[in-house]
């Protein structure tokens, strides 16, 4: 279902990050990962897609790059 909302309405930043939140709970981190790179390149402002971007990279190991993502998820907060 959300894989046909992002098809249908490539451009919603709203759309990506839910579809993120639904790889994340099923168990698909590297889907998550991509969905939520696609809400925050579409908004830099959507913190809770930086967030969750920070959770899976953690998830997977990547720690410097998910205190990155942590980082950018409070700069968005400001804006």
Known sequence: MLFRSTAKAPDSAVGYY???EALN???DPH???AA???ATTLDATLWRAF???GIVLDR???T???AEAHRQA???QRR
């Open 36 to 38: 939520y790179r696609q």
């Open 25 to 27: 709970q099923t168990n």
């Open 60 to 62: 997977l190991g990547r």
């Open 18 to 20: 839910h579809l993120g």
């Open 64 to 66: 410097a790059e998910a």
């Open 74 to 76: 409070r700069e968005a």
């Open 31 to 33: 889907g998550a990962l």
């Open 51 to 53: 967030k969750g971007m």
